[in-house]
């Protein structure tokens, strides 16, 4: 694996190799690098979770964080992406973790650059990492993907995290159903549209995705209360999940809106679980990339210390 910018190409073997590996580090822990690496973290969109995950896994592999603000850097003087990754490529960075508004942009990057991209959301595009700790955690719940049936519900057409988790989840042999208001819809991905109850009583798990408003050009007219009774998952509807169904949800949540605030934390709830899982999975990636790319070694690893989650 030279870059982690989709979920689209990976194969079965590979994906469960990574998630394999990121559940054993969530267990066990893992050593941190032995030499000195630096990883530039260039995030041109908000972020809270992504961010500080891969911070925390970067430091906990050892490595040195280079943090890249958009607002005080020389793309303010109108310098490009690329020259900007490429400025800390030729600087000493073995690899980029990237966040852009420009759907495909990592694509385009990791075709010029020499050293690993890590695609952290590109616009509508993907966000592989994200989905990663959504498989790890399905996986950590049922043990296998072939049998399990994953509802995708909410707005499914400016989801970066539905794009690359129906990719995945196809791969991996899981049941797919998708639900959505029906303006949401994207008919590129080739999965039934069902209602909000049938996707809640019939599904294992039910991945709920935040209302991307910060994406939308028209005038959305429901209110909160609205949405949650029409298209998201209220208390009435958690009642009728199946026994050992579990909710799923990238966050940020717009609580009383995809879900009802008294189920964000609920038995069923996996939500923080999938931030802890996202620590883990991003270490994972980031041994990955360093190895297969000749940048470290399995020995590279520092003996005296256990970088544990
Ligand atoms: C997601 C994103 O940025 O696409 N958030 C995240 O990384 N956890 C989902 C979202 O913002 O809705």
């Known amino acids: 694996m030279k870059h982690f910018v989709s979920m689209k190409n990976l194969s079965e073997h590979e994906l469960l190799q990574l998630i394999k590996l990121a559940d054993e580090i969530s267990s066990q822990g893992l050593q941190p690098f032995s030499e000195q690496l630096f990883v530039a973290n260039l995030f041109f969109e908000p972020s809270t979770r992504t961010k500080m995950s891969f911070t925390v896994a970067e430091r906990r592999l050892g490595m040195d964080v280079l943090d890249f603000a958009s607002e005080s850097s020389s793309i303010t003087k109108g310098e490009s992406v690329y020259d900007t990754a490429k400025t800390f490529e030729s600087i000493g960075a073995s690899l980029i973790v990237i966040r852009h508004p420009e759907t495909n942009i990592c694509t385009q990057l990791a075709e010029k650059l020499s050293i690993p991209v890590i695609n952290a959301g590109d616009g509508t595009g993907e966000h592989p990492t994200q989905s990663l700790l959504d498989l790890l ?52 991905l080739e999965y039934p549209y069902v209602s909000i109850d049938d996707a809640v009583e019939t599904s294992d798990v039910v991945m709920l995705l935040r209302i991307q408003h910060e994406r939308h050009t028209g005038n959305e007219q429901l209110t909160n209360q609205t949405y949650l009774e029409q298209y998201g998952l209220t208390q009435a509807r958690e009642k009728n999940m199946k026994p050992g169904a579990i909710i799923m949800h990238p966050a940020p949540v717009n609580r009383g809106v995809e879900i009802d605030d008294r189920l964000v934390e609920c038995n069923r709830s996996r939500i923080f679980k999938q931030m802890s899982n996202g620590v883990s999975v991003r270490m994972a990636i980031i041994k990955r990339l360093l190895e297969d790319g000749g940048i470290m070694n399995a020995n590279s690893f520092n003996e005296r210390e256990v970088a544990s989650r």
């Open 137 to 188: 955690t399905i996986y950590q719940e049922f043990g296998k993907f072939k049998g399990v049936k994953v509802a995708i519900v909410g707005d499914i057409k400016h989801s970066r995290v539905a794009r690359s988790n129906a990719y995945a989840l196809r791969t991996l042999g899981a049941e797919v159903v998708l639900s959505s208001k029906p303006d949401w819809q994207d008919d590129t």
